[in-house]
């Protein structure tokens, strides 16, 4: 401690027990906030609650109370106290933070003071009164500045203020020392002297810093304090005595520290180098050492405890071993399961970074802020620090729903894994992630005290502290709530380390700097800059390591890839840099991209050499077998001859064997025939034998089924059923009968006892059915027959008695039947036996026979093998010497067949080998254009290419392509004509976009305003099922993972500048491998990833704007559409309709000539393929040749189709080319109609109406036989067409503008355009170097003009116009100041030399305001004057026009609401009751999505008006009107009418596909009338029944509203307000007018004037002078004049009159004839009232037309800073000194008149304003050069002073329009007029009027000085005007009553000086002077006489006023001349103060 915090430990204690409220301030880091910690911890819990609150430029007054009610409990009713009866001790950080709102509070202080004073607030919900009891309040803040705002003086006194100082150096070195002095006690003896210098070193490098790197608004961060000396303390204090033994090691120590907490955040080289110096200075005067030797190769030494098991902070002088190190660890953190991968290239200073990240978040709650642009590796580094230390990484996951809520649910379980699980955890947040901006304040607050407020409700805190009771037990805390939150609030501080992210592009980072002082004051900086060269260089040569290239010279050749790679990527920041300011087109070139680059080159190279490779190895080795075929034949040849020879000797040998073979066949034959005779007779024999048994088997066959039963049932007997029998001792009879029946059988005794006895036997059954049925004795069989004829002997019968008698019963019946047949068959079978007999011997001496005869047979067969085999033999020769011949002609064949082959194969294997060798300077371009060329238009790729990247290849003799071409190179012609066929584009361009589509690693983000590319994707894809997405959709998630698991492709369309959230892991690819699965993590839901999956993005924005992030996740590839492109497809259109034959047999003929190439294609392939398959000889496969010769015929045949075709293609071209300038004047027109859109976001234009369009024409166009002619017709119809189709939906203000646009585009086109003079005419002339600048000869001549002239003079064509201008000054003016200039004939010689442009170009420089009517001319002269004749909308044709897919847009402007004509429309087409309206807002649209739907299947028109009011849900409208419009089949009745004002918001799709009508007023008279009569319908026309009053007055009342709106063109002298004058105030008038003519014969023209001007239009007016107009008007036209007088005229001009009286037509017919353009004169205006706004027409409409220009680039000036530090010094300089008030107010103190009344309040305000203008432009200075931190003021006054304006905290004093430089020298001159005044005490006798900034009260004090003088009453004195007609000069005394008033100017009139009224101003004078004008004070005033005008003087040129001061001081009344008073009313008249120049 030291004395000074012992004193404020003291201070702030003692006042907080006394109840006192304590605010400190003091400089950040000068301990504030710990006194404040130190005396809370003293505090006595047991009587004290803590709160912390910090406060945050976020920070709302609800925020506040909510945390303090959630420490207060309820005592009675209103009364609250802190909870647990103590007292609540509330200490709020960063007091003065909260952002100001509009009226400059600070709500959560005023809350605070509000409490202070007295002791309550309200319920925010019942606003009832709240007292909160016993709260003590302690607060803290930083002096004002940066976010820090300065707090009321009110809340200030409030407080007991401590104002806590810097402390002294002694104090700093004090405090530091002794830490340090401690440290080093027991270090060795040559360190420990260091502990002082080390301290005295770091207070300077502090000081040094902090009063040199200062905060500017580019380096917002460099804030440094206090704690960034004990940052290198704590650093120190790491040391450890056996590491840092050595000064050396010990200073390295310091310095490493030093680099840490200063270098880490410096921006820029220049910093760093700044740095260094200083380092270097304070080492060697404090530690005797130099930079040089303590640190070699001036890197500077890494530190780090991560090498060593030990945890030592220790130097890491082998970098080497550093980086093996964390590869290792990156390895190790890849292979973990469940991780994305990261590819990092961990070169030098990545690794640094990852051990700065290290070196924070090991300390106690280190902190880290990683500064850098996406991509830059700030995520990826963080996570691998992590990995090596072991904490784990917390992220948030953000999803489409992810808010505040969510936010806080991950703070929790972030807080659970901190505070509870006790881990070591890194939260990474990134900049990308903030949702809401309150998740800042949320880590603004963990930052600075660890606690989010209201994080935990009371319930949701118990589920922590029961976790946390044990560790809470152990470490002996008390068990209440309070003491275990704070208890786990540390534990959580101690683990967690935030590490936050940011971007440093755009304003945010700047002002969440401001707005969250945490994010500097608690965290460590590290600024993540450009890679430097050398970072780049390393990756690069890292990713080339593996890549091996040929021959000599290999490193050489590395490094000059390595260093193109470098050049490649910086090339593409300056061209993104080139293409943001011409096309205003932003691109972000991102590491991500670089690397990208680098790997990519690897892949490409190593596919490339391999499919090229292969290619050549193929054809190889078809040439190889080609040249083996060739050795094969000659020797064949030899082999041949050979063969005949043997051949012969064969034949010789096998005619002798066939003599013998002869002789014996023929004997064998004769034996053969005897033996077949008897072999038949035997066969005859054998027959007989076969009949004699079948009759003898079919007799016996009859009984054998009844044998068979009986056997069965015998069988099926077994001992029970015989004992049955055997027991009967009496058997009944049946039973004895059969028994006797089988006795018989048996030949025994027929009796019971010997059948019993039988029975007994066992085998009884088995004998019965073995019994010897053929031999039974006739007589036997004879007694049985007895027995069977009994009618009872049946089985059946005898079975009722017993079973077992019944089967012996069956035995005997069968063996009877049996025994009965077999006596037929025997004598049978007998004669049988005796022929068998017979027949066996017959067949033994045939069996002999056939032995012999085979004897003799086998005998002739071993001759004739023995013959064939010498045959066989013959055969093989013979059969082979006719394969060497066949062989010999294939062979032949081959040879010469392949021959052309062998000749294309040989050339382009030598071409590949070429290719191959030039590969690695092909694939390095083809890579970068891959990785950088999608956002660029085809201008600066071809630029990219050509001009930078080629050439330094060459430049660097890396082997490429001479002609290189980036599509050619990537994208096979036949799959670009596959591509074309689907409908891509075929200019190169898009065949360039379509190769990065396919070919980028990262998914394609598709810029694609007019569908190009999505109609071409989705032909390509739509077999591949693809699924369109947009993000509109509920479930497009759950079809994303579907197609990520299945593989299928996805279009996600229609996205705008934001992606959500939960694209990012398949944008980033962050896939997870698991084991053999690849897994993607979607949501909260792990998906498979299939590698087959595909994902488009487009969008419809022309020009979106993505952040750096997206960039780097998606390859953006922009698909605008390119005129080559599109001429080519409307070629193909016109053509098709004019010439059908010949684009169908065009589309045939690419068809076929791509089929044939392709069929060529795989005919060589196949070739090939057969040639490299084919095993063994080629010559055998008979195939193979057979394919080779066919394919040869084949390839032959379609090479001469091809032929054939290319030259029908060539003549089918030549015949279409004659269509080119159809196609080509279409293209341009598009394109012109497309440029609009970049001038109101309402003009959008898709291609696909454009080409229907383009059809219609075609189809409606004149027809001729002649060529030439009919393009001209074609061209001439469609050019109509397109203005008339494109006005519909343009402003007034763009019509005139389209058709220049158009004009010039077609005369450039055809090379009638000058471009010089085209752009001089388009941007003027500019003088930059003034020197050198001819003088100005003529006074009349404004600078801009004679700066226009004296550029206009460098032009070939104008060469010395200047000098004419010394030579004819008089002509030249009275050009200039003629009505009509553009056709007035020039001065001298320039009348004849210039054509149409040229003069447009002088008429341009001299006399800008006439410049639309030489426009409106140049395209009558160029295209006809129906081009500048705008078609008046007509709805009904609108409706034809349009279809139920259509949607109808009406753009709205004020004053025209389209409601009723639109019903009106209904009611005529029917629709009337079927048309339903609804005007959206808040909670319409599910009434509006109900209606579309409902219309939609009932055919309604549905109209939803004001789309702009309900711009969130304008996504759903848009899904809403695909679905339901495009996809489903609507009613073909509906219609789908919409209105909005012109918003950027509007879904761009509806917009193209729709049809876009602007409704306003018409600009003129004429077309306005034309309007306001078609909305009188002819039926109701003679309504009235006075109808000729009733028409004429129509008549005029048409011409009043148009009037009346036409006035406003002349800005203030129109009208000092615009109204909004609508149709509905023409109809209600036209009402009345009928009503009241039909009531009244006499005409009553007051009432109608009075209802007409002063109630129904009047009812707009506020503004009394408008009233004035509006009354004159109507006062001019009704009146009996009108009605008496024929051709009553309504203006001064001639033409403008009622026409005679007649049917609707006459009337039309009339206002048909008016003129386009409206004379001032008709208003009653002068011809210079124009001027005005002519001269802002013209400024508009060159504005606008340059805006449609590229940019050029021009050299950089100065900087904006530098630029505003000059304007702000010369502004300073000029700015006068304060008034001296006191001493004034003493000097007048006697005379207190009202005029010095005056005068000390003017002065109290001049004061006020000088002083804020002194502040801000000083403060401003300090800010630009950081010695303070910009506030959002003084941005604001940085941002004027750099646009030349007043800014807005200085204009509150007085009202002006002037630039600033002519604004403070009118500033001087005020302070000049009072300075004097109060100086002399005397007022001045010409009073400056203008110089007061509150004139009235001025006027009110001389009115009162003039009362009081004659003694009445104020009231009853008004104002007398005498204009002086004397000089200035001769008033040298004050009048005797009021004063004189001089510089008045007067607006809209000239002033007669001599005849003292008001006269006509002269040509081209806007203002003149008044003379000094005598303000008289008169008693009772008559009315004016006749012949005075009343005019208003107004303060400044805007006479509505503004911001609460109305412009109006004083009516003055001026003499109106020969004219009526009315004349001047007309003319807009006035008096005003200042100007606006």
Not at 1946 to 1975: R, S, Y
Request: negative net charge; contains cysteine.
């Amino acid at each position: 401690p030291t004395v000074d915090t012992v004193r404020y430990n003291f201070l702030v204690h003692n006042l907080i027990l006394n109840d006192r409220p304590v605010l400190m301030v003091g400089p950040v880091g000068t301990g504030k906030t710990s006194v404040a910690q130190s005396v809370l911890q003293k505090l006595d819990p047991a009587t004290f609650n803590l709160l912390t609150i910090n406060l945050s430029a976020q920070t709302t007054s609800n925020n506040v109370q909510e945390i303090i009610e959630s420490k207060v409990e309820k005592r009675t009713k209103g009364v609250y106290v802190p909870l647990g009866g103590k007292k609540l001790l509330n200490f709020m950080d960063d007091f003065n933070m909260p952002a100001k709102d509009t009226f400059g509070s600070q709500p959560p202080l005023e809350l605070i003071r509000h409490w202070i004073d007295y002791g309550f607030w309200y319920d925010r919900q019942r606003q009832t009164v709240k007292q909160i009891k016993h709260m003590f309040l302690l607060a803290a803040m930083g002096p004002p500045g940066g976010g820090r705002m300065v707090i009321s003086r009110r809340l200030q006194s409030r407080f007991n203020l401590i104002n806590m100082t810097f402390p002294q150096e002694s104090q700093i070195k004090r405090i530091f020392g002794s830490m340090i002095g401690q440290k080093l006690q027991d270090f060795d003896e040559d360190v420990k002297p260091l502990g002082d210098i080390m301290t005295q070193a770091t207070i300077e490098v502090y000081n040094f810093i902090s009063s040199r790197m200062l905060p500017t608004p580019a380096k917002i961060h460099y804030l440094f304090n206090l704690r960034d000396i004990s940052k290198v303390f704590q650093g120190l204090l790491r040391a450890h005595k056996d590491y840092h033994d050595t000064k050396q090691n010990m200073t390295r120590l310091w310095v490493h520290e030093c680099f840490r907490v200063f270098s880490d955040r410096l921006v820029g080289e220049k910093d760093h180098e700044t740095f260094l110096s200083l380092l270097t200075e304070k080492l060697g005067t404090l530690f005797d050492l130099s930079y040089h030797n303590l640190c070699s190769n001036k890197q500077p030494p890494i530190f780090g405890d991560f090498m060593k098991e030990q945890g030592v902070y220790e130097d890491i002088l082998k970098f080497h071993e550093l980086k093996k190190l964390m590869e290792e660890q990156l390895e190790d953190y890849n292979m973990e399961p469940g991780i994305i991968s990261m590819g990092l290239v961990l070169f030098r200073d990545a690794i640094e970074h990852v051990c700065r990240i290290i070196r924070v978040i090991r300390q106690l709650r280190g902190n880290m802020l990683l500064v850098g642009v996406g991509g830059s590796g700030r995520q990826s580094l963080t996570r691998l620090a992590s990995f090596i230390i072991s904490y784990s990484v917390f992220q948030i996951e953000v999803t489409r729903h992810y808010r505040l809520q969510e936010f806080r649910e991950d703070l929790r379980k972030l807080y659970y894994q901190a505070g509870v699980d006790n881990k070591p955890t890194v939260f990474l947040f990134n900049d990308t992630q903030v949702v809401e901006e309150i998740f800042l304040e949320d880590i603004n607050n963990i930052l600075s005290s660890g606690e989010v407020p209201n994080l935990y409700k009371p319930e949701e805190f118990e589920e922590v502290k029961t976790a946390l009771a044990d560790s809470v037990k152990a470490d002996g805390i008390q068990d209440t709530a309070d003491s275990v939150f704070s208890y786990f609030i540390e534990r959580v501080r101690n683990n967690l380390h935030i590490v936050l992210c940011m971007s440093p592009v755009g304003d945010p980072f700047r002002n969440r700097m401001r707005m969250y002082p945490a994010f500097v004051n608690c965290t460590t900086i590290d600024w993540f800059s450009e890679w430097p060269k050398d970072a780049l260089l390393e990756v690069a040569e890292k990713y080339l390591e593996d890549v091996s290239f040929e021959g000599e010279g290999v490193d050489e050749l590395k490094k000059n890839v390595a260093t193109i790679f470098v050049s490649c990527h910086r090339s593409v920041v300056d061209m993104s840099e080139r293409m943001l300011f011409e096309m205003k087109r932003h691109n972000y070139v991102t590491p991500t991209n670089y690397l990208e680059l680098v790997s990519g080159y690897k892949d490409l190279l190593e596919e490339k050499r391999r499919e090229l490779g292969d290619q050549a190895s193929k054809l190889s080795n078809g040439l190889s077998k080609l040249v083996e075929t060739r050795e094969k034949v000659e020797a064949m040849t030899v082999e041949l001859n050979e063969t005949k020879v043997k051949l012969s000797q064969f034949q010789k040998q096998c005619d002798e064997y066939l003599v013998v073979i002869v002789q014996q066949k023929r004997d064998a034959e004769e034996q053969e025939k005897s033996v077949k005779a008897r072999s038949e007779k035997i066969a005859e024999d054998e027959q007989r034998c076969k009949q004699l048994a079948d009759v003898a088997q079919k007799d016996l066959d009859a009984a054998i089924p009844a044998l068979e039963e009986a056997v069965k049932a015998l069988e099926a007997l077994n001992k029970k059923d015989l004992a049955e029998i055997k027991a009967y001792t009496n058997p009944p009879e049946q039973v004895e009968t059969v028994m006797q029946a089988v006795m018989i059988l048996r030949q025994s005794e027929p009796t019971w006892s010997e059948a019993k006895r039988q029975l007994g036997d066992a085998t009884f059954i088995k004998q019965l059915v073995e019994f010897d049925k053929e031999s039974m004795p006739d007589k036997v069989l004879k007694r049985i027959g007895q027995y069977c004829a009994k009618p009872d002997f049946k089985p059946e019968v005898v079975g009722r008695v017993s079973f077992a008698a019944k089967s012996l019963c069956m035995w005997v019946v069968a063996m009877e039947v049996y025994g009965r047949i077999y006596r037929v068959v025997e004598p049978k079978k007998k004669k049988l036996e005796e022929a068998n007999r017979k027949l066996e011997e017959k067949q033994r001496s045939l069996a002999e026979a056939k032995a012999k005869l085979a004897e003799v047979k086998e005998k002739l067969n071993e001759l004739q093998r023995q013959y064939e085999e010498k045959l066989a033999t013959k055969e093989d020769l013979k059969r082979k010497a006719e394969l060497t011949e066949l062989r010999l002609d294939r062979a032949a064949k081959l040879v010469s067949g392949l021959a052309g082959e062998r000749i294309r194969w040989e050339e382009s294997v030598k071409t590949l080998e070429v290719s191959l060798g030039y590969l690695v300077g092909d694939c390095l371009v083809a890579a970068a254009f891959l990785s950088y060329g999608g956002p660029f238009l085809s201008n600066y790729r071809d630029e990219l290419v050509q001009e930078t990247w080629l050439k330094q290849v060459h430049l660097l003799n890396i082997p490429c392509s001479p002609d290189f071409t980036f599509a050619n190179f990537l994208a096979k012609p036949t799959t670009v004509r596959n591509w074309n066929i689907q409908g891509l584009p075929s200019d190169g361009f898009s065949t360039e976009n379509g190769t990065i589509v396919t070919k980028s690693s990262r998914w394609p983000l598709m810029v694609d305003p007019q569908g190009q590319a999505i109609k071409w994707i989705k032909n390509m894809e739509k077999d591949r099922n693809l699924k369109i997405i947009d993000l509109q959709q509920p479930d497009f998630l759950r079809t994303l993972e579907n197609s990520v698991q299945f593989g299928s492709p996805v279009l996600l369309q229609n996205v705008q500048e934001e992606l959500d959230p939960s694209l990012a892991p398949i944008l980033n690819k962050s896939i997870i491998k698991l084991g053999n699965r690849l897994i993607i993590k979607l949501g909260d839901k792990e998906v498979d990833f299939n590698p087959e999956f595909k994902f488009y993005i487009t969008t419809k924005l022309s020009n979106p704007h993505y952040t750096p992030e997206i960039s780097t996740k998606t390859a953006i590839v922009n698909f605008a559409v390119k005129e080559q492109g599109l001429e080519a497809q409307l070629l193909g259109i016109v053509v098709r309709k004019e010439r059908p034959e010949l684009e169908e047999s065009k589309d045939k003929l690419v068809v076929n000539i791509a089929q044939s190439k392709k069929k060529l294609a795989d005919l060589e392939d196949e070739i090939l393929r057969l040639l490299n398959t084919a095993q063994g000889s080629l010559l055998d496969d008979e195939a193979l040749v057979n394919a080779l010769q066919s394919s040869k015929k084949t390839s032959e045949e379609v090479a001469e189709q091809l032929k054939v075709s290319e030259e029908t293609e060539a003549m089918i071209d030549a015949a279409r080319e004659g269509y080119r300038p159809c196609a080509q004047r279409a293209s341009i027109l598009f394109f012109v109609m497309n440029d609009m859109g970049r001038i109101d976001p309402m003009y959008q234009f898709s291609l696909d109406s454009y080409i229907d369009l383009f059809s219609l024409s075609i189809d409606k166009s004149l027809k001729h036989p002649r060529l030439e002619e009919r393009i001209q017709y074609l061209n001439d119809y469609h050019t109509y067409a397109v203005y008339q189709y494109t006005c519909r939906g343009l402003f007034e203000t763009h019509k005139l503008l389209f058709s220049f646009q158009m004009c010039a585009k077609i005369l450039e086109a055809s090379n009638k355009l000058n471009l010089d003079e085209y752009n001089f005419f388009l941007r003027g002339g500019v003088v930059l170097d003034r020197e050198a600048q001819m003088d100005n000869p003529c006074k009349w001549l404004d600078d801009i003009s004679w700066d226009n002239i004296t550029e206009l003079d460098k032009l070939a064509s104008f060469m010395s116009i200047a000098n004419s201008f010394d030579q004819y000054p008089r002509d030249w003016y009275q050009w200039f100041t003629s009505a009509e200039p553009e056709v007035t004939p020039l001065p001298g010689e320039w009348e004849n030399s210039c054509n149409e442009l040229q003069r447009m170009l002088i008429v341009r420089s001299l006399r800008s305001d006439r410049v639309p009517f030489t426009v409106t001319t140049f395209i009558i002269n160029n295209l006809g004057a129906k081009f500048v004749e705008p078609p008046v909308l007509n709805m009904a044709s609108v409706v034809e026009d349009s279809s139920c897919r259509t949607p109808l847009i009406f753009v709205l402007s004020p004053g025209v609401d389209p409601t009723s004509g639109l019903l009106q429309l209904a009611e005529m087409s029917g629709m009337g009751d079927r048309f339903q309206a609804l005007s959206l807002g808040q909670g319409q649209a599910p009434i509006a999505k109900r209606m579309i739907e409902n219309g939609v299947k009932e055919g309604h028109w549905v109209f939803l008006a004001n789309c702009h009011l309900s711009l969130s849900w304008m996504p759903q409208l848009d899904k809403l009107v695909e679905e339901e419009l495009q996809i489903k089949e609507p009613h073909p009745d509906f219609r789908l009418w919409l209105s909005s004002t012109p918003h950027p918001g509007f879904p761009i799709s509806i917009l193209q596909s729709g049809i876009k009508m602007t409704t306003e007023p018409p600009k003129g008279l004429k077309a306005n009338m034309k309007r306001l009569y078609q909305l009188i319908n002819e039926q109701t026309f003679p309504r009235c029944t006075s109808e000729d009053k009733y028409k004429k007055l129509l008549f005029g009342l048409c011409f009043f509203h148009s009037l009346l709106l036409e006035r406003r063109k002349f800005l203030m002298l129109g009208w000092n307000i615009n109204y909004g004058f609508n149709d509905s105030d023409f109809e209600v008038s036209e009402h009345l007018l009928s009503i009241y003519l039909d009531e009244y014969v006499e005409t009553p023209w007051e009432a109608l004037k009075y209802l007409i001007a002063g109630v129904n239009y009047g009812g707009h007016v506020t503004d009394d002078w408008d009233r004035r107009v509006l009354t004159t008007y109507i006062n001019d036209i009704f009146h009996d004049e009108a009605l008496d007088v024929a051709f009553f005229k309504l203006s001064s001009l001639p033409t403008y009159y009622i026409p005679k009286d007649g049917p609707m037509l006459v009337y039309k017919e009339y206002i048909a004839q008016l003129p386009n353009t409206d004379q001032p004169e008709v208003f009653g205006q002068h011809t210079n009232a124009d001027i005005a706004s002519q001269k802002n027409e013209t400024r508009t409409l060159l504005d606008t037309l340059v805006s449609l220009q590229p940019q050029r680039s021009v050299a950089q000036g100065e900087s904006r800073e530098d630029k505003v530090l000059n304007l702000a010094a010369d502004v300073l300089r000029y700015v006068p000194e304060v008034i001296d008030f006191e001493a004034t107010e003493k000097l007048i103190a006697d005379d207190m008149t009202p005029l010095n009344v005056v005068l000390l309040q003017e002065i109290q305000r001049y004061n006020a304003l000088l002083n804020i203008i002194r502040t801000s432009l000083v403060d401003l200075e300090k800010g630009i050069k950081g010695f303070v931190v910009m506030s959002s003021d003084l941005e604001e006054v940085f941002t004027c002073i750099h646009n030349a304006q007043v800014p807005p905290m200085w204009s509150k004093a007085f009202p002006s329009l002037k630039p600033l430089g002519a604004w403070t020298r009118d500033l001087v001159l005020r302070v000049e007029q009072f300075a004097q005044w109060a100086s002399t005490t005397h007022p001045p006798v010409l009073f400056w009027l203008s110089g007061f900034t509150f004139p009235t009260g001025f006027l009110t004090a001389v009115l009162q000085t003039a009362a009081r003088k004659n003694n009445v009453s104020v009231d009853s004195i008004s104002w007398d005007f005498h204009v002086s007609n004397l000089d200035d000069s001769n008033l040298t005394e004050p009048p005797k009553d009021g004063v004189w008033v001089k510089g008045l100017f007067l607006e809209g009139a000239g002033w007669d000086k001599k005849g003292g009224c008001l006269v006509e101003a002269n040509p081209m004078q806007l203002v003149c002077p008044l003379p000094t004008i005598h303000f008289k004070p008169v008693e009772n005033k008559r009315r004016s006489a006749k012949g005075i005008y009343t005019c208003p003087c107004y303060y400044y040129p805007n006479r509505s006023g503004g911001s609460g001061r109305p412009s109006f001081i004083v009516a003055a009344e001026l003499r109106s001349g020969s004219v009526t008073p009315d004349h001047w009313i007309k003319r807009g008249t006035a008096i005003l103060m200042s100007l606006d120049h």
